[in-house]
């Protein structure tokens, strides 16, 4: 599980530098994230229906995302300019959703032995970084907007990431240490973390 977490970290940060006129570097490709997403759920996949569809949408996305790299370093944003923004949109999206819906099954795994995996402090980091995420995109659009600005606002993403990264690894931590009846010691199922 704590694996998807790195999945995490590339598909919110697909850094696409431009070199020359023509190409777009995809340093961090979409789908190289999803790899590791669908390879951090498949050992918990059956836990619910969630979890098994987040699984089953990150295989799809892990395929789907393929061709956008190649795009990408074919030069689209010189010859498709609206192609191009068009993934970068799918690409947003997709990363956003399939947090929530992994989210998502985590509480339902909460439900299903018990204890607190945090599955409100996920949620309330990942709202923040989907927050600032809409902000750094549409400043992109925005001329008028000072580069620093979104510099700070880049700085504070991979703060409130880190955050979310470690919380899904502690959350991934109380599964694995869960008992036969998959219940928590009163020690391990403690407060949650508040922002």
């Known amino acids: 599980m704590a694996l998807s977490a790195i999945g995490f970290l590339i598909i919110s940060f697909c850094f696409r530098p431009l070199v020359g006129d023509t190409m777009v570097i995809p340093l961090l490709p979409a789908c190289v994230g999803y790899f590791f997403v669908r390879k951090g759920l498949k050992p918990i996949r059956k836990e619910n229906e969630v979890l098994g569809l987040s699984y089953k949408i990150a295989q799809i996305l892990m395929f789907v995302t393929v061709p956008f790299a ?14 191009y923004h068009v993934i970068k949109i799918i690409e947003i999206l997709a990363a956003i959703a399939i947090v929530y819906v992994i989210i998502e099954g985590i509480h339902g795994m909460e439900d299903k032995y018990g204890y607190i995996m945090g599955s409100v402090d996920l949620r309330t980091m990942w709202n923040i970084v989907t927050a600032i995420t809409v902000l750094v995109e549409a400043a992109a659009y925005i001329d008028k907007i000072p580069i620093w600005v979104t510099g700070v606002a880049l700085v504070v993403k991979m703060m409130f990431m880190i955050m979310f990264m470690q919380k899904y690894i502690e959350a991934a931590q109380l599964y694995d240490r869960r008992d036969a009846q998959g219940k928590m010691s009163e020690e391990e199922n403690g407060p949650r973390f508040r922002l």
């Open 70 to 83: 190649v795009l990408y370093l074919a030069g689209v944003q010189s010859w498709a300019e609206p192609l």
